[in-house]
C-alpha cells in the first residue's frame, strides 16, 4: 500500500470515528448489525442493500396490506382457535375426554408451524404466488369439512388439511415483506403481523353471533368463505421481487452460479450444519429458541383453553368468546406500539419487557382472581396487549442476530423446534386440567406462568449472549 492510500485510509477511519462519537451517547450504545452491514453491502452491489429496497411507494404498500389481509386468516385463525375448540368440546364432542380433544388441536398448530420449513425454500425459490394460493384451497376445503365432522377421526383430518393451509401460506405472508423494506421492516412486519389479532378479534365474534343464529354448520361454513375471501385479495396484492435465480445477475455464468446454490442448499437441508450450531458462537441462538419455545408455548395454551378456563369459573359460553375477542383486540396494539418502540430502543429490550409484563399478569392477575369475571377481562385486555410482541417481534430479533445467507435455514429449525412444542404440549395441558375442576383449571395456570418464566429468562439469556450484563444497551 502506498503512502497516499495509507492517508486516505486514515482519514476514512478517523471520519467513520467522529460520526460514531456523534451518533451515540455515551449511556446508550446500539450494537444492531443492519447499520454496518448496509453501508458495506452498498458498495457490494448486493440485494440486500438500501438501494435494492423501495422501502415505500404503491406497490409496497400494497404488499403490506395483502400480508395483513392473509394474516388475518393464517394467523387468525391460530388466534382464535380457542373459540372452536370451546364449542366442539361442548357439543359434537361433548362425550370424548378433553385429552383425546387436545389432539385435534395440537395436531393443527404442530402442522402450521413445521411446514414453514418445507415452506420457506419453495417461497426462496419461486416466490409467494404459489403457495399462497394452495395455502388458499387447503384452508377453505379443511374448515368446510370441520363443518361437516361429527367424530374426533373427521375433525383431525379437517384440522390436517386447515394445518397444512395454515404451514405454507405464514412464511411467504411475513417473508415477502423483507423483499420490499428495509428501513421500515420492523415496523411493516408489525402491521402486516397486526393482521392476526384482527382476525382474533373478528373471527370469536363473528362464531359467537353465528353459532346462535344459524347453528355450527352454517356457522364454519361463513368462516370458511370468510377466509376465502381475505386470501383471494392476499393473493393479488401479495408479489415478491427476489427469488433465488434472478439474485445472482445476468451475467454468463449465473447458471453455474444457481447450480451451485442449489447443491450447497441440499447438503444444507441435509445436514444443518449441527457441528456447527451449538457453539459458543450460536449460543445467543439456541437461547432464543429456548426463550421463543416456552414462551409461545405459554401463550399458545393460554389462548387454547382460557374460554374453557373461563366456562369452568361459571362465565357464559358467549361471554367466554368475548374474552377471546378482548385477548386479541389489545394484542393489535400490542404487536404495533411495541414494534414501534423495538426500533428506537432494542427490539430484544422491548421483547423481554414484554414478556416480564406478560408473565406477572398471569401470577398477579389470573392465578388469585381468576375467579372474577371484571378480573378475567382486565386479564384479558392487559395480558392480550403484553403477549402480542411473542410472535410480531421474534423475527426481527431473529435477523439482528443471524447471518443474512443463514436466516432460511435457521428460521426454519426455530419453527420445527416451535411445532413440536404445539404437538405434545396441549395434549400435556389437557392432563393437567384433568376433569376440568376449579383447582385443575389453576394447576393449569401455574403451568402456563412456569412456560413464561422459563422463556422470560432464556430471552434475557439470549441477550446476555450479546452484550452481557450492560442494561444502557440497545439491542
Not at 222 to 235: H, K, P, R
Not at 254 to 263: A, F, H, I, K, N
Not at 286 to 291: A, D, E, Q, V
Not at 303 to 322: C, D, H
Amino acid at each position: 500500500m502506498s503512502s497516499t492510500e495509507s492517508i486516505e485510509v486514515t482519514r476514512v477511519r478517523r471520519d467513520v470515528e467522529s460520526i460514531s462519537l456523534r451518533s451515540f451517547t455515551p449511556s446508550t450504545v446500539d450494537i444492531t448489525p443492519q447499520f454496518v452491514t448496509e453501508d458495506i453491502q452498498n458498495d457490494n452491489g448486493n440485494e440486500d442493500s438500501e438501494e435494492y429496497y423501495p422501502d415505500g411507494g404503491w406497490k409496497a404498500y400494497s404488499v403490506v396490506l395483502g400480508s395483513f389481509l392473509g394474516s388475518i386468516v393464517n394467523l387468525g385463525i391460530i388466534n382464535s382457535i380457542g373459540a372452536v375448540q370451546a364449542y366442539v368440546s361442548t357439543h359434537q364432542l361433548a362425550m370424548v375426554s378433553a385429552s383425546s380433544i387436545s389432539w385435534i388441536f395440537s395436531i393443527y398448530l404442530a402442522l402450521a408451524y413445521a411446514l414453514g420449513m418445507v415452506a420457506g425454500p419453495i417461497f426462496d425459490r419461486r416466490g409467494p404466488l404459489e403457495l399462497l394460493v394452495a395455502s388458499t384451497v387447503f384452508i377453505f376445503l379443511g374448515l368446510m369439512a370441520s363443518a361437516n365432522s361429527t367424530k374426533v377421526y373427521h375433525f383431525i383430518l379437517s384440522f390436517i388439511a386447515l394445518g397444512i393451509g395454515n404451514g405454507i401460506g405464514m412464511n411467504p405472508l411475513i417473508g415477502v415483506i423483507s423483499h420490499w423494506f428495509c428501513k421500515k421492516r420492523g415496523n411493516c412486519t408489525g402491521i402486516a403481523t397486526s393482521g392476526g389479532s384482527v382476525g382474533g378479534l373478528f373471527f370469536p365474534l363473528m362464531l359467537r353471533h353465528t353459532y346462535t343464529k344459524y347453528g355450527y354448520v352454517w356457522a364454519m361454513r361463513i368462516f370458511a368463505f370468510t377466509c376465502l375471501g381475505c386470501m383471494v385479495l392476499s393473493i393479488v396484492l401479495v408479489r415478491g421481487r427476489f427469488t433465488k435465480k434472478s439474485s445472482y445477475g445476468t451475467s454468463s455464468g449465473d447458471l453455474d452460479s444457481v447450480e451451485v446454490e442449489r447443491t450447497k442448499w441440499n447438503k444444507i437441508s441435509r445436514k444443518l450444519n449441527l457441528d456447527r450450531l451449538f457453539t459458543r458462537e450460536n449460543s445467543k441462538y439456541l437461547f432464543l429458541i429456548g426463550g421463543a419455545f416456552f414462551g409461545e408455548l405459554s401463550l399458545v395454551l393460554l389462548i387454547t383453553y382460557f374460554a374453557t378456563y373461563a366456562m369452568a369459573q361459571g362465565v357464559s359460553e358467549s361471554t367466554s368468546l368475548l374474552l377471546l375477542t378482548v385477548w386479541n383486540g389489545t394484542g393489535i396494539l400490542g404487536r404495533l406500539i411495541p414494534g414501534y418502540l423495538s426500533d428506537i430502543y432494542g427490539h430484544f429490550n422491548i421483547n423481554i419487557i414484554m414478556l416480564s409484563t406478560y408473565t406477572v399478569t398471569i401470577f398477579v392477575m389470573w392465578l388469585p382472581f381468576g375467579d372474577s369475571q371484571k378480573v378475567l377481562f382486565a386479564f384479558a385486555a392487559i395480558g392480550g396487549y403484553c403477549s402480542g410482541s411473542i410472535l410480531s417481534l421474534l423475527p426481527a430479533c431473529l435477523s439482528q442476530i443471524t447471518k443474512v445467507n443463514e436466516i432460511g435455514i435457521k428460521y426454519g429449525i426455530l419453527n420445527t423446534v416451535l411445532s413440536t412444542g404445539n404437538l405434545f404440549g396441549i395434549p400435556l395441558a389437557s392432563v393437567v386440567i384433568s376433569s376440568g375442576t376449579i383447582q385443575h383449571y389453576n394447576n393449569f395456570v401455574v403451568f402456563v406462568g412456569c412456560l413464561a418464566v422459563t422463556g422470560t429468562a432464556l430471552w434475557y439469556m439470549s441477550r446476555f449472549m450479546i452484550v452481557g450484563r450492560r442494561l444502557n444497551v440497545k439491542v
